[in-house]
């Protein structure tokens, strides 16, 4: 494989998470700085910033009609988010799940992760599809600044973005550098990003959705994962769950709405991610609830079955795509053996858990 390409998609992830922080660092600044309060930046800016990467491949991909990235780095995103950051995150520490997740975000992911499969049914989300997923974004975003706006004291995680005294056009002129330079910088990396996401595709001969299901969900994750990570780490464990389940629905409603609202012909919904990779989607956001409920905490053993499961996934698609003669072997122990058993066991944890809280 061309050493160049390389260089150049790993420049590209590199440019994607450098300017996605000097962005969310220079807008957030600046919104304080207009007085707006740290609650509702940390709600908007921050929360969506750790997107942008996402947000940025998918419109790059489907100015250049690769709309089949914009979709499997979606797709792929959501699965690692949940499967990787949500796994690792509980791995290092048990995470705390606010009640607010399960009666509200969690069911509203589910919700919105069967409307992209329904309209996928046809073979692509077009731009009237894409209009309804874009305004349940800003809704969901109104929302949440509402909510926000009756529990102020549970906005004390984002005082960091508040600013006190005078602002000096030092400053301005700094943090406005930080957001334009960051947006260039996403800019130029999403270029970067599906230009050599494309070219190992054709040079390894697989389909550009499994390189947005895999290389390119996990080079934009890296923010996600990022604010996860450290957030476990400070015992802001409630703040890591939130992050994950708030980008997925961003990256559903904003980020694959608007990729389909400027598509031209929208984006293709191949039968492969029909058929596997967006059920897979589906599977894992349902299966939170279950997880969630029990005790309203992701354990370690969890974390370690979701960790176990991504590595799985990986596999298959590797698997698929290169048509190993494994694949039908591997298909049937996950299907028929490892599934059915995780399946049960989640049943069982989650009836155990909701019994012991009724017994209190």
Request: charged letters at 10%.
């Amino acid at each position: 494989m061309d050493f160049f390409v390389l260089g150049k998609l790993l420049a590209g992830l590199v440019l994607l998470v450098i300017g996605a922080e000097g962005l969310v660092n220079g807008a957030s600044f600046l919104a304080a700085s207009l007085g707006i309060s740290p609650l509702v930046i940390g709600l908007t800016i921050v929360a969506y910033g750790t997107s942008s990467p996402e947000m940025a491949v998918a419109i790059q991909s489907s100015f250049t009609e690769q709309a089949d990235i914009a979709l499997g780095n979606v797709v792929g995103s959501n699965i690692f988010n949940v499967l990787v950051i949500l796994g690792l995150s509980a791995l290092a520490m048990p995470l705390i799940v606010a009640q607010q997740l399960i009666r509200l975000d969690v069911p509203i992911m589910i919700g919105i992760s069967l409307l992209t499969l329904l309209f996928g049914f046809d073979g692509s989300i077009n731009r009237s599809d894409g209009t309804i997923l874009a305004i349940g974004g800003i809704i969901y975003t109104i929302f949440l600044i509402y909510q926000g706006s009756k529990q102020p004291s549970e906005g004390k995680e984002y005082d960091k973005y508040a600013v006190s005294g005078d602002v000096s056009i030092f400053q301005w002129v700094k943090n406005l550098g930080l957001m334009l330079g960051g947006t260039g910088l996403l800019i130029l990396g999403s270029r970067w990003l599906v230009e050599s996401s494309t070219s190992i595709a054709l040079t390894i001969g697989v389909s550009e959705l499994v390189i947005g299901l895999t290389i390119v969900a996990v080079g934009t994750s890296l923010p996600e994962l990022a604010t996860s990570i450290m957030a476990t780490l400070k015992g802001e464990r409630d703040i890591a769950v939130g992050n994950v389940i708030g980008s997925n629905i961003f990256n559903i409603l904003a980020v694959l709405g608007i990729g389909a609202i400027v598509s031209p012909q929208g984006i293709p919904v191949p039968s492969a991610a029909i058929g596997f990779d967006l059920p897979v989607m589906i599977a894992i956001t349902i299966s939170c609830l279950p997880i969630f409920l029990a005790g309203n905490v992701i354990a370690r053993w969890e974390g370690l079955l979701f960790v176990s499961y991504y590595i799985a996934y990986t596999t298959y698609l590797i698997l698929r795509s290169t048509e190993h003669d494994s694949l039908q072997i591997f298909s049937d122990i996950m299907f028929f053996f490892v599934i059915p058993i995780t399946v049960l066991s989640l049943i069982v944890a989650t009836i155990y858990s909701l019994w012991k809280q009724r017994l209190k």
